[in-house]
Nanobody, 124 residues
């Protein structure tokens, strides 16, 4: 059984930072590209960031470029999302996802497994 478990969400003031983690089990972690998506209330789930299997390449949505950093530790089966300079519009449930594709993509359909999400709330 594949499990992706996110953690690290919470309430933070605008300008602050959070680091999300996603621990994976039940899959060969290094064989999967990983991504982070987010879903704000009443809105669709959208792409935030992705990283290749080895971690050599990363991709970001324009809205978070320069503020967020995705990384992974294949020895720990964990992917991270460091979020700096947070804004109220970053408020959402954040989901990690695993993809069998060699090159990660920004669409939800490219991902095979999803976590349950972690809430991030940024106050103004």
């Amino acid at each position: 059984q594949v499990l992706l478990v996110e953690s690290g969400g919470g309430l933070v003031q605008a300008g602050g930072s959070l680091r999300l983690s996603c621990a994976a089990s039940g899959l060969t972690f290094g064989s999967y590209a990983m991504g982070w998506f987010r879903q704000a209330p009443g809105k669709e789930r959208v792409f935030v960031a992705a990283i290749t299997r080895s971690g050599s390449s990363t991709y970001y949505a324009d809205s978070v470029k320069g503020r967020f950093t995705i990384s992974r530790d294949n020895a720990k089966n964990t992917v991270y999302l460091q979020m700096n300079s947070l804004k109220p519009e970053d408020t959402a449930v954040y989901y990690c996802a695993a993809s069998r594709l060699v090159m990660p993509i920004s669409t939800r359909g490219g991902y095979d497994y999803w976590g349950q999400g972690t809430q991030v709330t940024v106050s103004s």
